[in-house]
Nanobody, 116 residues
């Protein structure tokens, strides 16, 4: 079965960095685009970054552009989100997502808290 497992979240001070990982299984990872989303308390889930199956093209939300970098290692079935210059407004649960032909799948999420 399809599984997505996020890791790497935690508490970080403003201006700090974190790298999130999402390990995927149960499908042919290298065939599909992967996406990171986040959901802050009381807010709707929002797209953070997306990467094509071959890793050649990426897109970012305006709020994270030039601070976050999405990447993937198809040999390890893993997608990453490198986050730098973190701000308190980046505090959220971060989820990875894959859209397969029949349906989309979500991981359980990893909490990122940016606070001094």
């Amino acid at each position: 079965q399809v599984q997505l497992a996020e890791s790497g979240g935690g508490l970080v001070q403003p201006g700090g960095s974190l790298r999130l990982s999402c390990a995927a299984s149960g499908f042919i990872f290298g065939w599909y685009d992967m996406t990171w989303y986040r959901q802050a308390p009381g807010k709707e889930r929002e797209l953070v970054a997306d990467i094509t199956s071959d890793g050649r093209r990426t897109t970012y939300a305006d709020s994270v552009k030039d601070r976050f970098t999405i990447s993937r290692d198809n040999a390890k079935n893993t997608v990453y989100l490198q986050m730098s210059s973190l701000k308190p407004e980046d505090t959220a649960v971060y989820y990875c997502n894959v859209r397969l032909p029949r349906r989309g799948y979500w991981g359980q999420g990893t909490q990122v808290t940016v606070s001094s």
